[in-house]
């Protein structure tokens, strides 16, 4: 069976999308990473890539302005021309509208770095800290409209300790995030994980 195409999307330091890229070494992986896009063009990730001989595309939303629509329609553009299958969000800080979303429904992966649904949205090692959780983790999940909210692949946990403050529950959440998300990338290009897609206007196809 041919090697899934992927796209990772980042916006930063580009950690999950490097323990992608690692993965995809393997002989045995279902998936190549064909693209990393950027939203940002100084993106410390972006640079990571290149070394990696990855072929990168910044799509700057900044260029865009206000027009959410024409970002989006450049992000897509981008993936359907470098004939990509599989997107991984991996730290990309942009909202995605429901029209991107259910173009790629059943196809594209977040990873977000807390035990969904506990604590949607940013900030989550201080308001797990906060929250005095016993359990603090990583999901990786499906991208539907409602941000953060799509069917769960992959989960793992570790256990607040007394001293912990954000940084250290973020290096060891990260840890996680970095072993679960290759995982569940595996599992979507095995085609062991799947969603009911969703045509344009929401229903199913
Ligand atoms: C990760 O914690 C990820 O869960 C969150 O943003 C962070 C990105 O880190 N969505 P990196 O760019 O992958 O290092």
């Known amino acids: 069976m041919s090697k899934k195409r992927v ?17 995809a070494k393997a002989s045995d992986y279902p998936a190549e990473i064909a693209l990393v896009i950027s939203n940002r063009p100084e993106a410390p990730g972006l640079t990571r890539a290149r070394e990696e001989g990855i072929t990168t595309a910044v799509v700057d939303h900044k260029l865009f302005g206000e027009d959410g629509e024409a970002f ?19 730290g990309f800080m942009r909202l995605l509208s429901p029209w991107l979303v259910q173009r790629w429904s059943g ?13 949607k949205g940013l900030h ?17 999940h499906f991208v539907v409209p ?25 290096a060891r959440v990260l840890e ?17 994980v ?9 229903r199913k196809r």
């Open 176 to 192: 996680i995030e970095h072993r679960i998300y290759p995982r569940a990338l595996r599992a979507l290009a095995e085609g062991r």
């Open 194 to 202: 799947g969603i009911a897609s969703l045509g344009e206007d929401g």
């Open 107 to 119: 196809k594209m992966l977040n990873i977000h770095p807390a035990l969904l649904p506990q604590f």
């Open 7 to 23: 796209a990772v999307l980042i916006s930063g330091r580009g950690s999950n999308m490097t323990a992608l890229i690692e993965a």
């Open 146 to 170: 409602e941000v953060d909210a799509g069917p769960i692949v992959e989960q793992d946990s570790i256990a607040v300790r007394g001293g912990d403050t954000e940084d250290t529950l973020a």
């Open 72 to 90: 989006e329609r450049a992000l897509d553009a981008a993936l359907v021309a470098h004939r990509i299958d599989l997107v991984c969000l991996a």
């Open 124 to 140: 989550t090692h201080r308001r797990a800290l906060e929250a005095g959780v016993k359990r603090h983790g990583a999901t990786v």
